[in-house]
Nanobody
Framework: QVQLVESGGGSVQAGGSLRLSCSASIYPYITAYMAWFRQAPGKEREGVAAIKGDGSTRYADSVKGRFTISADNAKNTAYLQINDLKPEDTAMYYC???????????????????WGQGTQVTVSS
């Protein structure tokens, strides 16, 4: 059974930074594909960043340059560093994982089987 637990969300002013964490009970972690998604009210869940076991990363065009995904394999934890936060970044942020490459390729929510409960990020102007 895979469990993902996110933390690190909060309320910040525009221009600030946050680091989200996702603790995963996947072993061997290094073979899993991890991703961060976000969902704002009334909008679809959007993939923003993904990382695979060898450290390769992918980003949505809308967040390139401000978001950085990383992973600490020893701690089974993935991170999402968000800099220069904007009000439009306000959303629930979810960690997702799968052992299949499909989610890595598509960055679509339907291709990840395992999800955390989400952590809220609210950015005020």
């Amino acid at each position: 059974q895979v469990q993902l637990v996110e933390s690190g969300g909060g309320s910040v002013q525009a221009g600030g930074s946050l680091r989200l964490s996702c603790s995963a009970s996947i072993y061997p972690y290094i073979t899993a594909y991890m991703a961060w998604f976000r969902q704002a009210p009334g909008k679809e869940r959007e993939g923003v960043a993904a990382i695979k076991g060898d450290g390769s990363t992918r980003y949505a065009d809308s967040v390139k340059g401000r978001f950085t995904i990383s992973a600490d394999n020893a701690k089974n934890t993935a991170y999402l560093q968000i800099n220069d936060l904007k009000p439009e970044d306000t959303a629930m942020y979810y960690c997702a994982a799968d052992i299949s490459w499909r989610g890595w390729a598509t960055m679509k929510a339907q291709d990840f089987r395992y999800w955390g409960q989400g952590t809220q990020v609210t950015v005020s102007s």
